[in-house]
């Protein structure tokens, strides 16, 4: 059973800075491409930025240089660092692992953590 943990959400003022991270277990963790996404209040789970097995990385367009992905793989974990946070980034932030198998196209998520920007 695969199983992401996110953690690193809180309470922030404007132009401040977070770290989010997410744990992997139960797989094999280089396998998967890794994505955070974000949902506010009455609106769609967006994607936010990307990671793929080879560390190629995407954005959203309005992060833009302000937040930056990266992965450990031997912690079994990503992160998303974010600068320069603005009150239109509080949303719940998703982590998401994603691969194709032998089976099909293999899709996780993890239970979400707050981010929440300020004054």
């Known amino acids: 059973q695969v199983q992401l943990v996110e953690s690193g959400g809180g309470v922030v003022q404007p132009g401040g800075s977070l770290m989010l991270s997410c744990a992997v277990s139960?797989?094999?963790?280089?396998?998967?491409?890794m994505g955070w996404y974000r949902q506010a209040p009455g609106k769609q789970r967006d994607l936010v930025a990307s990671i793929t097995t080879g560390r190629n990385t995407n954005y959203a367009d309005s992060v833009k240089g302000r937040f930056t992905i990266s992965r450990d793989n031997g912690k079994n974990t990503v992160y998303l660092q974010m600068n320069s946070l603005k009150p239109e980034d509080t949303a719940v932030y998703y982590c998401?692992?994603?691969?194709?198998?032998?089976?099909?196209?293999?899709?996780?998520w993890g239970q979400g953590t707050q981010v929440t920007v300020s004054s």
């Open positions: 139960g797989s094999i963790f280089s396998r998967y491409t």
């Open positions: 998401n692992a994603a691969r194709t198998s032998v089976v099909g196209k293999l899709n996780y």
